[in-house]
């Protein structure tokens, strides 16, 4: 059975991360909490960010009981453990840091 890590690596194109390391980076905000995530997903383009969403969706749906979920974070700032999760961090700052195009 294939990991959390390699099942988003097959329908994403930036990178997903499950060391030790990448983990343990985003395991912590500015508040006191310390939650370690399964995996680090650092999505190219708002493309990746749906095909994150969907898949944590069709796992719900399979599996009801699942644990899986998805949190985004930026800077980390955030003094309450908002940007915490123990299951999917979806890690907006690697190259989703730039504005492409403004629509009125």
């Known amino acids: 059975m294939a990991t959390l ?4 690596k097959k329908i994403l ?7 030790v390391e990448a983990r343990e980076k ?5 508040s006191l909490f310390k939650v370690l995530p399964e995996v ?5 383009d708002a493309q990746d960010v749906c095909k ?3 898949f944590v969706t069709e796992q719900k749906t399979k599996s009801p009981k699942s644990t899986i ?10 003094m309450s453990g908002g940007p915490l999760n123990d299951s999917i961090i ?8 730039k504005l492409v195009e403004m629509v009125e």
């Open 5 to 8: 890590a390699e099942e988003l």
């Open 13 to 19: 194109k930036g990178e997903v991360e499950d060391s």
């Open 26 to 30: 985003v395991s912590r905000d500015a």
């Open 40 to 44: 680090v997903v650092r999505p190219i």
């Open 52 to 54: 994150v969403v969907q």
């Open 69 to 78: 979920s998805l949190t985004a974070r930026s800077a980390g700032t955030d």
């Open 90 to 97: 979806l890690d907006m700052t690697a190259h989703l840091n």
